[in-house]
């Protein structure tokens, strides 16, 4: 069975309507936070914690995921996928080395994660819980502990994005997420989180996360993967002070990428370095197959699309696998992108003669 991925029409529908704050009656309120006396001493983890904790929740216009719906368990199950030779897909059970879709971040190609994602108003939550080794079951197992557990949280309203990360095989399982809220009395609740999660703003992960908060990857190929109006929004992160940061990133704005940049940014970050360079076969990162590579390293292959992810996002019954029209519509963009993403955020001209401009992701 090949992955369903559905992207919101919206989106395909492009740079026309990015108006990000819904009508009608469901518009969540917006309610203030007041952070004073959750950020009065910010000398101890815990401190920090619950400040940034307060601050997020007042970014995110007064709400933060519930409990219930933000545990693993309640995430889509992230499938590997191994290819045929006629490129058809297959989910993967065993111990794999190398598979069709390997997450690009670990490399690894280990079944039984999950991806959650939750709208609220104008405000986009996900979470990832990664498998990075191979356990039997593991994909039905609610009990055994997760590799890597990640949370973002982004709203569109005001830019704002939150970055939570565990570290690392602490134990956060199917059903055992502690709050993301501190800013309530609950003990427990505090002692559990600060035993998983240990303190950052983001700004590492912003270099990675370049284009907007998420990175969308073929490893999510089985989820119904919801891209939202902060592909173009505007990007900075939440820190304890209340002042929101800028992540340093800047989008190429040559109108030779415009066949690509007509949908997201393309920014100057792991974006030019590694993601669109795997999204149309430039290179390929670790883990997968070798069809894949030879794939993407070979336009005349009949099997060619299986190396290039971008735009025709994997689905058996629409991919465009026509090479020479995938060349006349995107080619031009590919070269820009690959011209000016050798000089990351510099105006200059690009080897291929591209003029290539750059403007700082919008804040605020
Ligand atoms: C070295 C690059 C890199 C860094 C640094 C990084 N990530 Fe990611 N992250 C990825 C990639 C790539 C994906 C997409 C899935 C995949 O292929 O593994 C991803 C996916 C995610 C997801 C799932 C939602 C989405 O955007 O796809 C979350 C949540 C996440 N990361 C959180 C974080 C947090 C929090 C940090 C900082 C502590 C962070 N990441 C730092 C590369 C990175
Ligand atoms: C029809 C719309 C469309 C076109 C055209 C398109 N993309 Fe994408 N692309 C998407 C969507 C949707 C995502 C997921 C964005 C998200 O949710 O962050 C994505 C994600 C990506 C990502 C992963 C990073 C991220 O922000 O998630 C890369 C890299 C990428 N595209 C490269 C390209 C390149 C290079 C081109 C031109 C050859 C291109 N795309 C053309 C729709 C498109």
Redesign the pocket.
Known sequence: MHPLLI?ATA??G?KTDQDSVPVGDSVPEIIEVDCTASCEDTSTAEGKAVCYSCQCKSAMDGWLPSQDEFQCAEGEEIVIYSSDSDGSLSAVDDDVATCANPTLLYGTCSPGGRLGQITHGTVTAKFICRRNHYVAGAASDESLPFDDVGIILYNARNGASCWFDDNDGTGIAGRNMPALDLTGDDADNRAAFLGYYYFTEGKSCTSCHD??P????PYLWSVN?T??S??FGSFQRVTTSGALESNGTSALTSPEAA??T???R?SSGA?CSN??P???GAAKGAGYEQRVVNAAADPESDLWWLGTW??Y?YDGDTQVKDHAAWESQ?GR??DA?QACCAQPGVDSTGADGTACTWEQTPEG
């Open positions: 992207l989106l395909l492009c284009n907007d998420f990175n969308y990857t993967w891209p939202g902060y592909t066949a690509c007509s949908c997201h393309i974006t993601w669109a795997d999204s149309f971008m735009p996002l995107y963009a590919r992108v």
